[in-house]
Structure formats: C-alpha cells, structure tokens
T-cell receptor
Framework: GVTQSPTHLIKTRGQQVTLRCSSQSGHNTVSWYQQALGQGPQFIFQYYRKEENGRGNFPPRFSGLQFPNDSSELNVNALELDDSALYLC??????????FGPGTRLLVL | GNSVTQMEGPVTLSEEAFLTINCTYTATGYPSLFWYVQYPGEGLQLLLKATKADDKGSNKGFEATYRKETTSFHLEKGSVQVSDSAVYFCALSDPNGSGNTGKLIFGQGTTLQVKP
C-alpha cells in the first residue's frame, strides 16, 4: 500500500517541512491532500511522470517532487499556523481512483 | 464549480439498523463518484466507486447508485455493525479540459456511530 513518513511532526511558524510518500506498486501518479480537523481533504496537487499535473488552490510555498521510483515529497516553506493539518498522499494507476496513505499529522506552533 | 454536499452528522444507529448517508453533487461533465471511509487516526480507505449513470458500486455490504437525474450518490447498508463506526466521505473526480488531474472533491464527511 501507500506509506508516508513521518507520522507526526511539530514545527514552528516560519520553518520549512518535507513530507514523504511511497506509492503503491504499479501506480504512476501521486496526489497530495490537506485535511483540516473535521473537514474533508482538499486537493493540493498531483504529479505524473515527475511533472505537476494539476494544482488546487494552494500558494506556491507548497511544492512537490516525484522521483523515478514513483515516491514523492511535499515541501512547505514559511509555515503558518493554518498549515496545521493531516497531509494525505494518494497514488493511482488510472489517474482517477486514489488510494490513500495513513497521513502525516503536522502541528505548527 | 463542482461540489459535494453530505448530510450533517453525527448519525447514531443501533447495531443491525439500516443505514443511509445522503450525498448530492454539482458537476459539469460526467465525473466518477466515490465513497471513502476514515477510521479514527487513519487515512482514507476506498469503499466503493461508480463511473457512470445508473452504475451501482458495492463493497463489504455497502452500496451506492449513481443517479444522474437527482445528482445523488447515497450510501446504504442493510445492517450496520459497531465496527462500521467511522467518518464517511463522498467524493467526485474533477477532470479538467485536457484530461484527468486526479483531483477529488470531497464532501465535509458524515460521522457514523453504531451502538451495541
């Protein structure tokens, strides 16, 4: 399945963070979502063949990378208090049906 | 824009009761529709999907039918168990003009509590 690391993270405002994801075997696209407490996930962006292939309403300080083995990183610069959330990675073989990892819970103080 | 609306929760039921969680959507084109389930402290698990009108998705006793005429995708289960207690999310795929971006639009989630 999809794995993510770390499981929990605490940062302070203004810092930078990198979250990691390993896609399910055979999946060639990866998407990232932000889920605030008590809300549905919000789409950040998707990567396909190492290129960004769609982006939600998130500022440029949210960026990503996809590696040749289809693993991925989400980087967030200049952290703000509102960035505190559960970050979910999802991989897909057809570009549409998303299979989610367990998430990384980020707390920004 | 495209959107998903779910019934407010929490929904509290006794074990073996019938479950319905309402989901309606607004979309241009013909999106695929999904139900995901999230257990406490975990990520989302795909429960079922339907890709075109009148399709019925089913899994683990849960069912939902893609109703284009009423723009609905209600989740049903004939007999719930305590282990079904979780948050349920309805979602639709949101393709752009040049193909699928993999973007899912989620509802706000409905919490289900099943009591023994």
């Amino acid at each position: 399945g999809v794995t993510q690391s770390p499981t929990h993270l605490i940062k302070t405002r203004g810092q930078q963070v990198t979250l990691r994801c390993s896609s399910q075997s055979g999946h060639n696209t990866v998407s990232w979502y932000q889920q605030a407490l008590g809300q549905g996930p919000q789409f950040i962006f998707q990567y396909y063949r190492k290129e960004e292939n769609g982006r939600g309403n998130f500022p440029p300080r949210f960026s990503g990378l996809q590696f040749p083995n289809d693993s991925s990183e989400l980087n967030v610069n200049a952290l703000e208090l509102d960035d505190s959330a559960l970050y979910l990675c999802a991989s897909s073989f057809d570009g549409e049906t998303q299979y989610f990892g367990p998430g990384t819970r980020l707390l920004v103080l | 824009g495209n959107s998903v609306t779910q019934m407010e929760g929490p929904v509290t039921l006794s074990e073996e009761a019938f479950l319905t969680i309402n989901c309606t959507y607004t979309a241009t084109g013909y999106p695929s529709l999904f139900w995901y389930v999230q257990y406490p402290g975990e990520g989302l698990q795909l429960l079922l999907k339907a890709t075109k009108a009148d399709d019925k998705g089913s899994n683990k006793g849960f069912e939902a039918t893609y109703r284009k005429e009423t723009t609905s995708f209600h989740l049903e289960k004939g007999s719930v168990q305590v282990s079904d207690s979780a948050v349920y999310f309805c979602a639709l795929s949101d393709p752009n003009g040049s193909g699928n971006t993999g973007k899912l639009i989620f509802g706000q989630g409905t919490t289900l509590q099943v009591k023994p």
